[in-house]
T-cell receptor, first 112, second 110 residues
């Protein structure tokens, strides 16, 4: 089944403890992206990648890092999480950044 | 600033009561307009892509249309299972990221 897989689905952590949210797609898509979704603010892009070793900042990149060493994987790294990063995170992919994205099921992150 | 605005924020319909959701955009050089459905706690699910004014796409009880300034998602004879948040997003020329609206939360009551 074609899909984008994120892990974990739920995560509660403490301020300052580094964490990684993994994202993997099995559709050979070149484009991958991370979004966060907050009530009243909608979906906002954090980072995106047009291809392996190519990443760019989205609208809200502060406090996040990404890497794209392989085509299928696009992990999101929070080096020192803070409570304002509590949110619902989605990974998405598409063939070339054009057209409809396939989204993962989401990761609900709580930073206390 | 490029913007996508959806209205209404929330819509409550009786089963079988047709209606339309609106998505207006103020982006120059629109490459595509996209509609998604999102169920609570899940990722958005892609529904339609519209590329040019006058274009229409249909799927079951849903029909999406596009003009030069806005898009409509028409829901004909909705059922309770159509209850969800519907998101629209615009993409500018080139491989620029999607700009999402905040969504319309649709509730269909049996």
């Amino acid at each position: 089944e074609a899909q984008v897989t994120q892990n974990p689905r739920y995560l509660i952590t403490v301020t300052g403890k580094k964490l990684t949210v993994t994202c993997s797609q099995n559709m050979n898509h070149e484009y991958m992206s991370w979004y966060r979704q907050d009530p009243g603010l909608g979906l906002r892009q954090i980072y995106y990648s047009m291809n392996v070793e190519v990443t760019d900042k989205g609208d809200v990149p502060e406090g996040y890092k990404v890497s794209r060493k392989e085509k299928r994987n696009f992990p999101l790294i929070l080096e020192s999480p803070s409570p304002n990063q509590t949110s619902l995170y989605f990974c998405a992919s598409s063939p070339q950044g054009i057209g409809g994205y396939t989204f993962g099921s989401g990761t609900r992150l709580t930073v206390v | 600033e490029d913007q996508v605005t959806q209205s209404p924020e929330a819509l409550r319909l009786q089963e079988g009561e047709s209606s339309s959701l609106n998505c207006s955009y103020t982006v120059s050089g629109l490459r595509g307009l996209f509609w998604y459905r999102q169920d609570p706690g899940k990722g958005p699910e892609f529904l339609f892509t519209l590329y040019s004014a006058g274009e229409e796409k249909e799927k079951e009880r849903l029909k999406a249309t596009l003009t030069k300034k806005e898009s409509f998602l028409h829901i004909t004879a909705p059922k309770p299972e159509d209850s969800a948040t519907y998101l629209c997003a615009a993409q500018l020329s080139g491989n620029t990221p999607l700009v999402f609206g905040k969504g319309t939360r649709l509730s269909v009551i049996a």
